[in-house]
């Protein structure tokens, strides 16, 4: 769909809407855990979390795009082709979850990398934006933490 609208209608910021979208989705489609959704089917867990899941606690949880979709639009949108598979492989490659905080979720967006990643990112390290604000990951066990 995306492959489709980028295409036809070029990047302005209705279609821009539209292809975040479609990509949002698609991310939903490739969870790390076929079959699971949100924080169940995310492949990451923070420490912050994990210690929150222990106590007891699993609201305020948040199952959050290691890399934001608005980073992911803009490598479809640099790739070389954007044919539907390609736009699939950079979807799939790129489409992390992780169950952070809401606390730390609000130390992305105070450290404005909310959307974006780190000015210095090396366009490799998925995580740089987590590893920017001291948040630890380790694989989830939501599953086994919060029935």
């Known amino acids: 769909m995306a492959a489709l609208i980028f295409r036809e209608l070029g990047k302005d910021p209705h279609t821009n809407h539209h292809i975040r979208a479609a990509i949002r989705e698609a991310s939903y489609k490739v969870r790390s855990v076929p079959g699971r959704e949100g924080k169940s089917g995310a492949k990451w867990m923070s420490k912050d979390a994990e210690s929150k899941m222990i106590s007891g606690d699993c609201s305020a949880l948040i199952a959050d795009h290691v890399v934001p979709i608005s980073v992911i639009t803009e490598m479809i949108y640099k790739a070389e082709s954007h044919d539907k598979k ?5 979807v799939r490659e790129w489409s992390i979850f992780a169950v952070i905080t809401k606390q730390e979720h609000e130390k992305l967006r105070l450290s404005k990398l909310y959307h974006r990643m780190p000015p210095e990112w090396n366009h ?3 995580f740089a934006r ?9 694989k989830n066990t939501y599953l086994e933490l919060c029935k």
């Open 86 to 90: 390609s736009i699939g492989e950079i």
């Open 124 to 126: 490799n390290n998925k």
């Open 130 to 138: 987590y590893e920017a604000v001291g948040i630890e990951l380790k």
